[in-house]
């Protein structure tokens, strides 16, 4: 398996590896926020957007790739605020239902987190439905829910530690 850091051109080649993997998502339970009843084009679109904030640098898309098939994903969207510049969020973690719970999602994770240091983002947010799968996952690297946040999600966050520090 390989981990990709997906740039701009690279989302339009795997555009339809991309929808599927998204299709296989929802159809798979997830992301009931991203919509229930998503269809190809809808899939598609969703990816233009991510593409376009790939472009525009706010966002780095990974992605888990094992000959040739896209596998996984997940992004890393960079804060815009003045003061959000050592934040980043890590968003729609997704491995194809065919793959799973085979230390995907973590590699993914940890790539994301990787990425995060090098750009020098620390301050880390990821929201997570109760009672889905990524729960231990997300616990077991360490992040810890935000007491008080409302709303369907559990928003996690977890502060890393940066190179100068360590
Ligand atoms: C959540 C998801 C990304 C996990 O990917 P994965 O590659 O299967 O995860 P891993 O194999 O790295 O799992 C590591 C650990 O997390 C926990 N875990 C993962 N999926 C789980 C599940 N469905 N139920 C319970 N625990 C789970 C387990 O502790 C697992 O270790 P184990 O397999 O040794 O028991 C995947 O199930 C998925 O794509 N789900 C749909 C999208 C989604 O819910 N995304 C989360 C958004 S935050």
Same mark, same amino acid.
């Given at each position: =398996?390989?981990?990709? #850091?997906?740039?701009?051109?690279?989302?339009?080649?795997?555009?339809?590896?991309?929808?599927? !993997?998204? #299709? @296989?998502?929802?159809?798979?339970?997830?992301? $009931?926020?991203?919509?229930?009843? !998503?269809?190809?084009?809808?899939?598609?679109?969703?990816?233009?957007? /991510? *593409? =376009?904030?790939?472009?525009? +640098?706010?966002?780095?898309? #990974?992605? %888990?790739?094992? @000959?040739?098939?896209?596998?996984? &994903? /997940?992004?890393? &969207?960079?804060?815009?605020?003045?003061? +959000?510049?050592?934040?980043?969020?890590?968003?729609? !973690? =997704?491995?194809?239902? *065919?793959?799973?719970? *085979? +230390?995907? +999602?973590?590699?993914?994770?940890?790539?994301?987190?990787?990425?995060?240091?090098? #750009?020098?983002?620390?301050?880390?947010?990821?929201?997570?439905?109760?009672?889905?799968?990524?729960?231990?996952?997300?616990?077991?690297?360490?992040? %810890?829910?935000?007491?008080? /946040? &409302?709303? $369907?999600?559990?928003?996690? &966050?977890?502060?890393?530690? =940066?190179?100068?520090?360590?």
């Amino acid at each position: =398996m390989k981990i990709l #850091l997906l740039d701009a051109q690279a989302c339009d080649v795997m555009r339809a590896q991309l929808a599927d !993997l998204l #299709l @296989d998502a929802v159809a798979f339970g997830a992301f $009931s926020s991203i919509a229930f009843g !998503l269809d190809r084009r809808q899939a598609q679109n969703y990816w233009q957007d /991510v *593409r =376009m904030a790939v472009a525009a +640098g706010t966002c780095r898309l #990974l992605a %888990a790739s094992h @000959d040739g098939t896209l596998i996984g &994903t /997940v992004q890393l &969207t960079l804060c815009q605020r003045p003061d +959000g510049h050592r934040r980043a969020d890590l968003q729609a !973690l =997704m491995v194809h239902s *065919r793959a799973r719970r *085979r +230390g995907i +999602g973590g590699v993914l994770l940890r790539a994301a987190e990787a990425e995060a240091r090098a #750009l020098g983002r620390d301050d880390l947010r990821l929201a997570a439905e109760p009672g889905s799968g990524a729960e231990a996952l997300i616990h077991d690297l360490g992040y %810890a829910p935000i007491e008080g /946040v &409302t709303g $369907s999600h559990v928003v996690y &966050t977890k502060t890393l530690l =940066m190179p100068e520090a360590a």
